[in-house]
């Protein structure tokens, strides 16, 4: 899950054995681009010696909850603990709660009705894909009622708010696709 936006940037089910979740969270954090300095937060079950060094050899700090009670300790020391990114990471961290309670009351995650990994993990991934288009909606009519803009009228907020390139624009001079609304169903623009 990105921090700023809350929206869910990988999706992936495994079997709940307490080594291939860290396998995965790696695998993960492998394929993210880009090479700027990043975070990954993570619960108690990700702190040990070898998923943060793991993390650290891919250039990402490992903020992971510090499990003290732990025969030999925690793994992450006062170099990472001591920064206030840490702070901010372990209480964004709990918002990816909210994509799984979503995706178990509305996404019918709760009790699957699909046998095998690949099926339940393609359910899953489309789970979070429509949480994401839910809380992309929530955030863009939030952003048209504080500016007093209309609700449909972004003007490129979405780009700066996402940091991608939006494709979709209205186009003023184009006719309405036939019983569509044209402030509910933008055109797509070829670039």
Sequence with gaps: MEHRSGLVVSAVVTHADGYDERAAALAMLDTLPGKHPRTVAADKAHDTRDFAQACRQLCVTPHVASHTMRWGGSAIDGRTTRHTGYA????????????????????????????????????????????????????????????????????????????LRSSFKCQPNEPPAVGVDRKVAPSVENA
């Design 88 to 163: 901010i990471s372990q209480t964004s961290r709990k918002r990816i709660e909210e994509h799984f309670g979503w995706g178990k009351t509305v996404g019918r995650i709760r009790q699957t009705v699909y046998r095998g990994i690949e099926r339940v993990d393609q359910q899953f991934k489309l789970t979070m894909t429509a949480s994401n288009i839910v809380r992309i909606a929530r955030m863009f009519s939030a952003m048209g009622a504080g500016s007093g803009k209309p609700v449909g009228a972004t003007d490129g907020l979405g780009e700066h708010l996402l940091g």
